[in-house]
């Protein structure tokens, strides 16, 4: 394959620090350079010719500037639900192909009911939920108690703590509250799932779309099934949780949960890599929760980077899969 000359679109942290206000979390699905710099080395090693374009309108000027021959985007965006699909939408009106998803399916799948109603609609199974936007409605929700409360558009597990599982309607009301007035958007509350929880890495497109691996998270200091896989247990990890790549479970069970995964995926046309996250509900049946289509990349402690990595797969060959699956969309 002849070297390609690839742009990489980000987000820093550091970029959006001191700009605006909101909760301490809200910068959470940001990347730092060290990743940037990870994924150039592996580009560099394969051949290619890496350079930054960074986001927002620094990246408009760059590639206004210079075309490349493919974009390498993990771009998160500013601002809207849409954020996402700001770079990507821009890539498609400029005709350059990029990787990972593209905007309908990175605007979607930030919506988590939107993506549930997709999924749902395709026969995956997900836990019953409701959007919410008046705290009020609390009691009138019909949903079984024990529930989990999320903001409906962010990723990176904003807005969730090991609080936000909820087992009576008062206390529900006043967490809906906090949520909508700290994120300044609707709620998503879904029954919660008590059984072994569960992220799937995805690598491909389409019928092209292949399992890198399971990894299961089991709590060292909660019992499973109180437990919530929350930003504190998340910046955390090495003290809260144990990852386990392969799980130690029935063979059947993670059949069922790797095509779940496959199912959700390719119901929402996602493109390249991804994440699908599951949890086990009642019947032993698991549950399609979220899917992020623009997994963190950090060579470290990613978790599909981490996966990968327990299933014998080099950060180097992840980054590789997902250029080579792009290549070969867009016939380069």
Not at 146 to 157: D, H, M, R, T
Not at 200 to 210: E, K, Q, S
Not at 259 to 276: E, H, N, S, T
Not at 293 to 312: E, Q, T
Request: glycine residues 8%.
């Amino acid at each position: 394959m002849r070297s390609l000359d690839i742009g990489i679109t980000y987000d820093l942290r550091a970029e959006y620090e001191g700009f605006g206000s909101g909760p301490e979390d809200r910068l959470e699905e940001y990347d730092s350079e060290s990743t940037v710099q990870a994924i150039s080395k592996v580009l560099e090693k394969l051949g290619h010719r890496p350079r930054p374009l960074g986001g927002g309108r620094t990246f408009l000027t760059r590639v206004l500037k210079q075309k490349p021959d493919l974009v390498f985007n993990f771009a998160e965006g500013f601002g809207t639900r849409s954020r996402e699909a700001h770079v990507p939408a821009t890539l498609e009106l400029l005709n350059i192909p990029f990787t990972h998803s593209d905007p309908l399916t990175l605007a979607v799948s930030l919506d988590k009911a939107m993506t549930k109603r997709i999924v749902g609609a395709c026969g995956v199974p997900t836990p019953a939920y409701a959007v919410v936007s008046d705290p009020a409605s609390a009691e009138r929700l019909p949903l079984q108690l024990p529930v989990i409360a999320k903001p409906l558009n962010e990723g990176s597990s904003m807005g969730i703590r090991k609080s936000s599982r909820i087992t009576d309607r008062t206390a529900l009301a006043e967490h809906l509250t906090r949520l909508i007035k700290d994120y300044q958007q609707p709620v998503l509350v879904e029954e919660f799932c008590s059984g072994p929880e569960f992220t799937v890495g995805i690598l491909g497109t389409g019928a092209d779309a292949r399992v890198v691996g399971v990894m299961e998270i089991l709590p060292r200091n909660s019992p499973l099934e109180t437990f919530v896989y929350s930003l504190e247990v998340k910046r955390n990890w090495e003290e809260e949780v144990r990852y386990d790549v392969p799980p130690q479970q029935p063979t059947e069970l993670l059949r069922r949960v790797e095509q779940v995964a496959l199912d959700a995926y390719r119901a929402l046309d996602c493109r390249d890599i991804g994440r699908v996250d599951l949890r086990v509900g009642a019947g032993n049946e698991p549950m399609f929760l979220e899917v992020n289509p623009l997994p963190g990349l950090d060579p470290v402690k990613s978790d599909i980077v981490i996966l990968a990595r327990g299933m014998g797969v080099s950060y180097e060959a992840l980054i590789e899969g997902v250029v080579n699956s792009a290549r070969a969309r867009y016939r380069l």
